[in-house]
């Protein structure tokens, strides 16, 4: 990176946990806003930042859990598995089914039985690729822009189109979940996607593994209110679990050895 005012820019939204708003960077570096969003072109031609909504993030916390997806998939294993079985067991035949992106996710896709004619709506390419030889299961995807990093289809056509469906069952997935302020994503793209299919689903799940649970990511998505169920493990913390049944939500917790579980 040849530009010292790039250089810097990228040293500023490193320290400042990653992320880092248009205006904050003009104020820091002294410069106009229309300089910032030039430089902001420059560094994401070079792959050093990607730009979001108000600002920009740097590349390697777009691809964090989602660079090696097979790596991602053996994290916390045996509870996303767990998480998954319990899953697929809410769903019903002939029902239609809102499924998210990410690991836990995936695992749903792949333990989800093809005898029970199930519409799938997805924007995930691996939950699509996990699918698509199951002959029981009709696989829908809205389209839209690609993004190659997170392997999502997403921005406002893959929304509107989404917008236009509604599903007996949503699975979400998640970054992290804010014991006080809800769900949080290290990405904005997908945060209107989540929102809406857990809003045009009758019924709507959080799928979280303990990791998960009373930690902050980048970006707010989902309010605390807005959540009615979470589907985590026995290996939760006690006090999470709790922090989240006096807000009100229904807790159940899957048994990561027997696959029995605990509401």
Known sequence: MKDKQ?????AYIEMSG??????????????????VRRHLTELEEQGSIARVRAGAIRTHQLREGDEDFTA??????????????HAVGLVSSRQTLFLDTGSTCYYVAKYLPEDKSITVITYSLDIVS???NRRGIR???PGGELDSILNVFAGPQAEQTLGSFAADISLLGVGAVDLSAGTQENTIVQIPLKTLMAKNSRTSYLLADSSKL????????????ELSHVITTTAAEAAHVEALRRAGIEVTQASISSGTVDT
């Open 139 to 141: 696989v829908i995807c």
């Open 72 to 85: 991602s998939l053996k994290h916390y294993e045996d509870e996303k598995r767990a998480i998954a079985r």
């Open 18 to 35: 990653g992320f880092a708003s248009v205006e904050d960077i003009a104020r820091v570096m002294d410069v106009s806003v229309m300089t």
């Open 214 to 225: 009373g930690k902050r990511s980048y970006f707010s998505a989902i309010p605390l209110a």
């Open 6 to 10: 790039g250089q810097k820019i990228v």
């Open 130 to 132: 996990a699918l698509r």
